[in-house]
């Protein structure tokens, strides 16, 4: 079992930035995938980016260029740098942890950006 807790959320205007932040309650060394979804409201929860042990990134099209996902392994923690907010970046924030036989969620945490 792993408790993944979020934290960097808020509100910001337009042109700003945010860091996230989700660490893990163990060692997050061995989990293949760690990755960022959004949920915005009356829409899908669609994957933000994500970041492989092997350090692999993948980033939907529409964040490539403004967003930056790290992982900081003796820290436990994910990170979701994000600059240049629009609006429609609004959306509560999940960090993700996926491996072989497993996926764990973290409780989100909500951002807005007012324009």
């Known amino acids: 079992q792993v408790q993944l807790v979020e934290s960097g959320g808020g509100l910001v205007q337009a042109g700003g930035s945010l860091r996230l932040s989700c660490t893990a309650s163990r060692r997050i060394f061995s989990i293949n995938t760690m990755g960022w979804y959004r949920q915005a409201p009356g829409k899908q929860r669609e994957l933000v980016a994500a970041?492989?042990?092997?350090?692999?990134?993948n980033y939907r099209d529409s964040v490539k260029g403004r967003f930056t996902i790290s992982r900081d392994n003796a820290e436990n923690t994910v990170y979701l740098q994000m600059n240049s907010l629009k609006p429609e970046d609004t959306a509560i924030y999940y960090c993700?942890?996926?491996?072989?036989?497993?996926?764990?969620w973290g409780q989100g945490t909500q951002v807005t950006v007012s324009s």
């Open positions: 970041i492989t042990r092997g350090i692999s990134t």
């Open positions: 993700n942890a996926y491996g072989s036989g497993f996926e764990y």
